[in-house]
Antibody, heavy 124, light 107 residues
Framework: QVQLVESGGGVVQPGKSLRLSCAAA????????MYWVRQAPGKGLEWVAV????????DYADSVRGRFTISRDNPKNTLYLQMNSLRGEDTAVYYC?????????????????WGQGATVTVSS | DIQMTQSPSSLSASVGDRVTITCRAS??????LNWYQKKPGKAPRLLIS???SLQSGVPSRFSGSESGPDFTLTISSLQPEDFATYYC?????????FGGGTKVEIK
């Protein structure tokens, strides 16, 4: 069935790096834009980054721009989030999610399928 | 950036009540508006897309509508499993922005 499984979360010191992965299954990964969304403890949902179906178009929230990089490997059906220069305010559950439309364009329609989440804790 | 102002931030209701949640967009977003349900420890669940399209498998007591900059999620008869936090999301342009959330609690 359609499934997204995140991995790579953990506890990391401020200033260090971490890479999250998201393995996709059950759909044609290369047809869909993909997202990272996070939820800090006690806070609401926050969009982090998006990447187009072919990886040619990427965008980021201002809070992570220049520190985080979203990428994808379509032959491996995997989405990534490289997180550098981590801060305490990056502590959150990170979800990967699929765009709801296999549009193969550069418009975004929001998320339909979500992973179970990966917990990232930034603490010394 | 487009701001999504969601109200109320919380509400208390009883089983069987009709519940309405609103998001107001600071700029035009056409119908690029989705509604999500979020329960603790669970991934968000897409309820409504494109302002008013009910997702497959979502009970018909959920509905969405739009009027100008205002978007509304209605639960016609609240059920025990509906107690959760609800978020709107605009995807008209980046940065994509969520509303602040509405926590629906048991009265």
């Amino acid at each position: 069935q359609v499934q997204l499984v995140e991995s790579g979360g953990g506890v990391v010191q401020p200033g260090k790096s971490l890479r999250l992965s998201c393995a996709a299954a059950g759909f044609t990964f290369s047809n869909y834009a993909m997202y990272w969304v996070r939820q800090a403890p006690g806070k609401g949902l926050e969009w982090v980054a998006v990447i187009s179906y072919d990886g040619s178009n990427r965008d980021y929230a201002d809070s992570v721009r220049g520190r985080f990089t979203i990428s994808r490997d379509n032959p491996k059906n995997t989405l990534y989030l490289q997180m550098n220069s981590l801060r305490g305010e990056d502590t959150a559950v990170y979800y990967c999610a699929r765009d709801r439309t296999p549009a193969r364009n550069y418009n975004y329609y929001g998320m339909d399928v979500w992973g179970q989440g990966a917990t990232v804790t930034v603490s010394s | 950036d487009i701001q999504m102002t969601q109200s109320p931030s919380s509400l208390s209701a009883s089983v069987g009540d009709r519940v309405t949640i609103t998001c107001r967009a600071s700029q035009t977003i056409s119908s690029f508006l989705n509604w999500y349900q979020k329960k603790p420890g669970k991934a968000p669940r897409l309820l409504i897309s494109a302002a008013s399209s009910l997702q497959s498998g979502v009970p018909s007591r959920f509905s969405g509508s739009e009027s100008g900059p205002d978007f509304t999620l209605t639960i016609s008869s609240l059920q025990p499993e509906d107690f959760a936090t609800y978020y709107c999301l605009q995807s008209y342009t980046t940065p994509l922005t969520f509303g602040g959330g509405t926590k629906v609690e048991i009265k």
